[in-house]
């Protein structure tokens, strides 16, 4: 009968393996819930965790050398990559040019509405005062 401590010693590390792969799926699995629950900020927690999952992995490497564990350090640290370079790189935002002051033109913009249909700034023109709101879309 083997007990954990053989378990242990013939594959030292293995812990530190599966968490770290664990962690690096449970990063975007808890942003698919949180795109779920219509929750918009920004989850800085994605690449964090996928980074420590990196690190566990790592140490899983330093303890038992396999070509398993390197496959494994590979494509969990290409996930971590990835996850930091759309944190960073791909969620900013454009530049803030100050309010819109009354009696000036509107800036160019073009976006979608949720029936898909485009909306612009000629769609503001009228006889009314008219309020347009912009949500940044972050908390």
Not at 74 to 90: H, P, R
């Amino acid at each position: 009968m083997a007990t954990a401590a053989t378990v242990d010693r013939r594959s030292p590390g293995r812990r530190f393996l599966w968490t770290g792969i664990g962690l690096a799926i449970l990063g975007p699995a808890a942003y698919a819930l949180q795109l779920w629950a219509r929750q918009l900020y920004t989850p800085w927690y994605v690449p964090t965790v996928g980074t420590l999952g990196v690190v566990l992995v790592i140490r899983a490497l330093v303890s038992a050398r396999s070509v398993g564990r390197v496959l494994a350090l590979v494509l969990v640290g290409v996930l971590a990559a990835g996850e930091w370079y759309l944190l960073l790189n791909l969620a900013k935002l454009p530049a803030y040019n100050g309010p819109v002051e009354v009696g000036k033109q509107l800036p160019a913009f073009e976006t979608q509405l949720a029936d898909g249909l485009r909306f612009g700034p000629g769609d503001l023109k009228g006889k009314q005062n008219t309020v347009l709101v912009f949500f940044r879309g972050r908390g």
